[in-house]
């Protein structure tokens, strides 16, 4: 039964997503569809990061690395001309999980505070090789010379049919991870954050498990970051500060981690909440820090754990 | 004495000044039940890490089946057939009794880098995990999560957890700790079902469940082992009786 | 290449040095005893150095500004263990992690409240102002020289505490058996506090006295504290011996690394390729050091647990 009211409540969010672009044209507001893709761009990050910090219990605090990877990935092929999506995504997802593969090699090796440290580390790493490369904008970053288009298929310069491919994208990223989490591997992922020594003791290496989870976010979020860039016409390294890792981290937190809808739920809180406290504030983060303790210390089961058949269950 | 199925040659493993196992030499037959006790703080737990691979040792060689294993990490370990169950409750309290047992089907029934299809919808899987529930008396508990479990019956699913493996070598530590009366009685009578059928090393305190399952008895103090064979000669063996055993055996 | 350059160099790697392992020292103790991810200790220095700047144009004094900022930092280390850290030493690193960057958002908007978002100049009392002729043509500046000279003087101390003091004793064993420790009886609440203030005011320190060098502002902080990580990572956590051998590596490679690895690569490629290659790998370089290392001996080098 908890498994119905789950795919109902799933179900009930896309559309409810699905929604706003009409909505939004009914009532003269424009600014709902910027603020909802927005919103669902991260939902996709925060998706894929809880991949491996739900399911799998790696705490990965370098993730809005591949948000930057993805981004750069799209832009310097823009800047250089070539606006075709399909390359430009498959360099996208190429980068990411190649960098997530490197990283994750040497990661995962690690454990508890280590791999924390380590992939702060490398993120800011990335950061750092961001700002020195000039041609790109450096520091200040860049405009994205054109946005993406699909051959005639779809140009994401038009706001509507942008706004049904990250719905697309999105929805279809649900269901692989809820197909992934399910198999064979991902049992294993989830057994090894269950227990480590006992994974062990039945005959898993947990390591290239880990691994091929890790690269996997990785290049999920890839793809959140080729539509991020699309979505601010601009580029800079900034997508890849450790805060931004933090604040993908929360989402996760927030809506619930270990679950599906959780994601998306969490991405809509913390982009409504600074929102609505930015308008009243713009030291805004003064509030925002101490309701993040807040939230740590005393809601540790997300907002998924309020609908019904939500929680972790799997 | 090369028709050991495990072999182990002057292990040794030290803690600082501390020598917790002590050059221990030790036979295993195919087969047999072979328990190991002694003394709190005697090493048993280092000793059984060591054999799991859980622990490198300081020193020594295990061999297992005619391969030097000394250096296997414990997944190693399992592949080639050697089995473990924990002390302290080791499970996945998250999972139901049966996903538990079904992980460990699926550790040795191919390869897991399958994304698609459900594990849980595999019936190579789950046959044989419902089969092994059965067989140590968790059958109709199947479904319930594990940390909803009694402690007895939480002992019970280790050892399902190590029989899943299909393994030719079972290492249990202390499987009946903590368990009530009735319920020690009844875990040492399906072990005993099992003599015979798998080669057991059983790390013990309880004497009942020692004498009752063991073929040879090997004892550890102060990390070394001072005397090894049948039960009756250990029973009376004075240095055993002075170590460990007092006077009541 | 001119030796004096080099020579200069090396002591500003020196004084990097001490400045990392002053914030090393404090929050390696703090992972290996209280098993506690404090990303907030970067809130730290940078509350150092503001309540400096703010004690000392008070007091008009600069030592009477180091000392009450010192104090400050301290009393808010002690106050924001107690009020906020307690509750973290039982719950899981991701717990931890998360807290402790929402007070990371807290402090960088509280400091930006109250003395703006801008960067302050800070500047050195006149007296340890100016260079110092060290030797035959090198010119140092007095103000990094007695950075290093504190920072020195700071080891030692350290030093002396661990290994000579009950105290020291406790933190030794803490770091590498916490459990043992409070079953022996120990306050280990009273322990974690004295802990926790001691690496709050030798991060107040840090930041104090890194004021006049790098810029005071918002988020300082947190710029540093990634280079801590890496030094932790590096010298193994829980472990003073580590952190110092961290600091000093970290704070040589990325001092040396940023000075000569452009003129390096300029006398194999290009210049263009120098100068586009060069400060992008010389910023990577304690990253990818750190990889290394790691790959090596994953519990870093001088690990606090066996």
Redo the contacts between chains.
């Keep these: 039964m908890a498994f119905r009211a789950r795919t109902v409540s799933i179900a009930v969010v896309l559309v409810a997503l699905a929604a706003v672009p009409p909505v939004a044209a009914a009532l003269g507001q424009p600014f709902y569809l910027d603020l909802f893709r927005r919103i669902m761009i991260f939902a996709i990050a925060a998706l894929s990061l809880n991949l491996i910090?739900g399911y799998g219990g790696l705490?990965s605090?370098g993730h809005a690395a591949y948000l930057g990877v993805g981004a750069y990935a799209v832009g310097i092929l823009a800047h250089h001309g070539i606006h075709n999506g399909f390359l430009q995504f498959a360099l996208a997802i190429g980068a990411s999980a190649a960098v997530a593969l490197v990283i994750g090699a040497?990661s995962i090796?690690?454990s508890?505070?280590?791999f924390?440290?380590?992939t702060?580390?490398?993120t800011?790493?990335l950061y750092?090789?961001g700002?020195?490369?000039?041609?790109y904008g450096g520091d200040d970053g860049m405009r994205l010379a054109a946005r993406t288009q699909f051959g005639p298929l779809l140009d994401l310069a038009s706001p509507t049919p942008f706004y049904y491919f990250v719905l697309a994208i999105l929805a279809g990223f649900v269901y692989l991870v809820h197909?992934?989490v399910?198999?064979?591997?991902?049992?294993?992922v989830r057994?090894a954050k269950?227990?480590d020594?006992?994974?062990?003791?039945?005959?898993?290496?947990p390591y290239?498990?880990r691994l091929?989870a890790f690269v996997i976010a990785g290049a999920m979020c890839g793809v959140a970051g080729a539509l991020l860039v699309n979505q601010t016409a601009y580029l800079t390294p900034e997508f890849m500060n450790?805060?931004r890792s933090?604040e993908i981290?929360?989402m996760v937190?927030l809506g619930g981690i270990a679950t599906l809808i959780g994601p998306v739920l969490g991405a809509a809180a913390l982009l409504l909440l600074e929102d609505f406290l930015a308008a009243w504030t713009q030291?805004?983060?003064?509030i925002?820090?101490?309701?993040?303790?807040l939230v740590?210390?005393f809601a540790?089961r997300g907002l998924a754990g309020l609908l019904p058949g939500g929680g972790?269950d799997e | 004495m090369s028709d050991a199925l495990l072999e182990v040659r002057g292990l040794a493993k030290s803690f600082g000044a501390l020598r917790a196992t002590d050059n221990v030499d030790l036979d295993v037959r195919e087969g047999e039940t072979h328990a190991i006790i002694g003394p709190n703080g005697a090493g048993k737990t280092t000793l059984i890490g060591q054999l799991a691979g859980n622990l490198r040792p300081d020193a020594g060689r295990i061999r297992f089946a005619g391969d030097d294993i000394t250096a296997l990490a414990a997944p190693a370990r399992s592949r080639k057939g050697l089995a473990r169950s924990f002390q302290i409750t080791s499970i996945y309290r998250e999972f139901s009794a049966l996903d538990n047992v079904a992980l460990a089907v699926q550790a040795h029934a191919g390869h897991s880098f399958r994304f698609w299809k459900a594990a849980r919808a595999e019936p190579e899987l789950r046959e044989p995990a419902r089969a092994i529930l059965e067989e140590v008396g968790l059958g109709p508990r199947a479904d319930v999560l594990a940390a909803n479990l009694a402690h007895g019956e939480q002992r019970q699913l280790e050892i399902a957890m190590a029989l899943a493996t299909r393994p030719r070598l079972m290492l249990l530590d202390e499987p009946v700790a903590g368990m009530g009366i009735e319920e020690s009685q009844r875990m040492i009578r399906f072990l005993a079902g099992l003599k015979g059928t798998r080669t057991m090393i059983l790390v013990e305190h309880d004497m009942d469940a020692v004498f009752t399952l063991a073929d040879r008895i090997s004892v550890l103090v102060y990390g070394r082992i001072i005397a090894s064979g049948a039960p009756e000669a250990i029973r009376a063996n004075p240095e055993v009786r002075n170590a460990y055993l007092g006077e009541e055996a | 290449m001119d030796p004096i350059l080099i020579l200069e160099q090396t002591l500003n790697g020196l004084q990097l040095g001490v400045t990392l392992f002053l914030m090393a020292a404090g929050l390696t103790l703090v992972f290996g005893i209280m098993n506690l991810v404090n990303l907030a200790h970067g809130s730290l220095y940078m509350v150092g150095a503001y309540l400096w700047v703010l004690f000392a144009k008070l007091t008009g004094s600069y030592l009477a500004g180091v000392a009450l900022a010192l104090a400050g930092t301290l009393a808010i280390g002690v106050l924001v263990e107690i009020v906020a850290l307690r509750t973290l030493y039982d719950r899981d690193h991701l717990d931890q992690v998360l807290a402790t960057f929402g007070l990371i958002l807290f402090f960088n908007e509280l400091v930006a409240i109250l003395w703006g978002r801008a960067a302050i100049y800070a500047f050195a009392p006149a007296w340890l102002s100016g260079h110092v002729e060290l030797f035959a043509g090198l010119r140092y500046p007095l103000y990094r020289l007695a950075i290093i000279a504190v920072g020195i003087a700071v080891a030692a101390g350290l030093w002396y505490v661990v290994t000579r003091t009950r105290l020291g004793m406790l933190i030794r064993a803490g770091a590498s058996n916490r459990t043992m420790v409070a079953a022996l009886g120990v306050n280990i609440r009273l322990l974690y506090t004295v802990v926790f203030g001691f690496g709050a005011a030798l991060a107040g320190l840090a930041g104090l006295m890194a004021g006049p060098i790098y810029t005071v502002e918002p988020g300082m902080g947190e710029k540093i504290l990634i280079e801590v990580f890496v030094v932790i990572v590096i010298g193994g956590i829980g472990s003073i011996r580590g952190a110092l051998a961290g600091a000093l590596i970290v704070g040589m490679v990325d001092t040396l690394g940023r000075a000569f690895l452009k003129p390096t690569l300029a006398t194999v490629l290009s210049p263009t390729a120098a100068d586009a290659a060069g400060p992008a790998i010389a910023s990577m370089l304690i990253y990818l050091l750190m990889a290394v290392i790691l790959a090596l001996r994953p519990a870093g080098l001088f690990p606090a647990r066996g």
């Design positions: 910090l705490i605090f040497v090796r690690t508890g505070v280590y924390i440290m380590i702060l580390a490398f800011q790493m750092y090789l700002i020195s490369v000039e041609e197909r992934l399910n198999s064979r591997f991902g049992m294993v057994a269950s227990n020594a006992r994974t062990r003791a039945i005959g898993f290496s290239p498990y091929a450790w805060t933090g981290m929360f937190i030291h805004w983060q003064i925002l820090g101490p309701i993040l303790v740590v210390l540790r972790r």
